[in-house]
């Protein structure tokens, strides 16, 4: 469910008619809806209700600071993957006690900027990031708590370039050798081993693969404490799949993921971490947009909009699909035909579908890609000098810029000419 619906014959975000925001705001504009976004978050902490457990939104999804304060003041964790990530998350107000820091390659200078602010754990995903952060964490005179990202090698049936918990890919400690490098772990200063970590993928639409991955974490637990560690956390990652096309079959609901979670660790007393981003962002975002041209190829039909795959990249980089819908509620007599929307930048790959059945559409008109809160508008770029697509917050009837659209000038202003030139 989102609050992304026709009134009046006007596609509103909320209260707001997404024509009154490309009035005042401009197209391409992102639109995020704060009452889809804390009906998400809370339907996480219904799912796990029956234990002790922290949701920690993943800033990779959307990170921009009102959402980030929006997670924040409902109680979430952050779970973070850069020191750039870890910054925000502390000044949208999150104390570092509620923040997780992952990633695959993080650096001395981020360790350290993290033990400074506060952490809640690290999880390390590789022997030699334990080593180095047991260097730093006794050179600062800290002991800082950690999770070790095991890899569980199971295939979560996802696109492969999202695909992270198989024995092939770059992520985490084969489980295999999971006793071995806890018991390292354990005798290295500056750590305290608290729990386990586990994360097999991203947009995963059937709960096979969690109940696959969750029953081996829940058998290596039992095996570390009989090795005499004090595993009293799991975190087990996020990924849950959200519907991008209307007609799909709906992915698994958060309470039925809970309950897998319990089902396979909940036996083990321990605090249960989750991190979600794309079942909490992804359906509360659209990417409003404006037709440029409609222009008539060979055999096809060409609709050019003015967002672009600078704008967003998913399309082009995954494949995916975003449904697109008209901000004009089409009546019952509109004629339909099939367009290729496409964006102006100067890539073949800058098309969002081919083929698709719109009503019959006009220079000017406004389209909305739906489902695209989540890696939209953190995989922007400036690719062909285009600016960065702005951001919007709404909440019932009124809404805010949350990042605004840069001019050229503050563009130019970043680069610099050196003296000899």
């Known amino acids: 469910m989102d609050h992304f619906n026709y009134r009046d014959g006007v596609l509103c975000a909320e209260g707001v008619p997404l024509s009154r925001i490309a009035e005042q705001v401009g197209t391409p504009v992102y639109v995020y809806s704060t009452a889809t976004l804390s009906r998400h978050f809370g339907l996480f902490q219904q799912a796990l209700d029956w234990t002790d457990h922290l949701v920690c939104f993943a800033v990779k999804a959307n990170s921009n600071l009102a959402v980030l304060k929006l997670m924040g003041d409902l109680g979430a964790g952050m779970d973070v993957v850069s020191g750039g990530e870890y910054a925000r998350a502390r000044a949208a107000g999150v104390p570092g006690s509620r923040i997780v820091f992952s990633g695959v390659g993080k650096t001395r200078a981020e360790m350290r900027q993290a033990i400074e602010g506060g952490i809640r754990q690290f999880n390390i995903e590789s022997e030699p990031e334990m080593r180095i952060l047991s260097e730093i964490a006794a050179s600062m005179g800290a002991e800082v708590p950690i999770a070790i990202r095991v890899n569980p090698d199971v295939d ?97 609901l958060p309470i039925e993921y809970g309950q897998v979670i319990r089902d396979t660790v909940g036996h083990l007393n321990c605090e249960i971490e989750i991190e979600p981003g794309r079942n909490i962002v992804g359906n509360a975002g659209v990417l409003l947009s404006q037709v440029i041209y409609v222009k008539h190829g060979e055999g096809r039909d060409f609709l050019i909009v003015d967002a672009a795959m600078n704008d967003l990249l998913r399309p082009a980089m995954y494949g995916a699909h975003h449904d697109i819908v008209p901000v004009i509620e089409p009546g019952s007599d509109n004629d339909y035909q099939p367009f290729d929307v496409v964006g102006p930048v100067c890539e073949s790959g800058d098309t969002f579908q081919k083929g698709t059945s719109l009503p019959v559409m006009a220079d000017g008109d406004l389209i909305a890609f739906r489902s695209a809160g989540a890696y939209g508008a953190v995989m922007a770029s400036e690719y062909n000098s285009r600016p960065l697509v702005p951001e919007v917050l709404v909440s019932g009837d009124q809404f805010a810029v949350i990042r605004a659209r840069p001019t050229y000038e503050e563009m130019l202003s970043r680069d610099s000419i050196p003296e000899w030139l």
Do not use: M
């Not at 084969?174 to 354990?186: G, H, L, N, W």
């Not at 560690?229 to 996020?238: A, E, F, N, P, S």
């Open 156 to 252: 979560a049936k996802t696109h492969e370039k999202i695909a992270t918990g198989k024995s092939e890919n770059k992520f985490g400690i084969p489980i295999a050798k999971s006793r071995e490098v806890y018991a390292e772990a354990a005798k290295l200063p500056g750590l305290k081993v608290v729990g386990v970590d586990v994360h097999i993928g991203s947009q995963l639409t059937d709960l096979g693969p969690y109940r696959q991955a969750y029953a081996k974490i829940a058998e290596l637990t039992g095996v570390l404490r009989a090795d005499g560690h004090r595993i009293t956390r799991l975190d087990l990652g996020g990924g849950l799949g959200i519907p991008y096309r209307r007609d799909n079959n709906a992915p698994p």
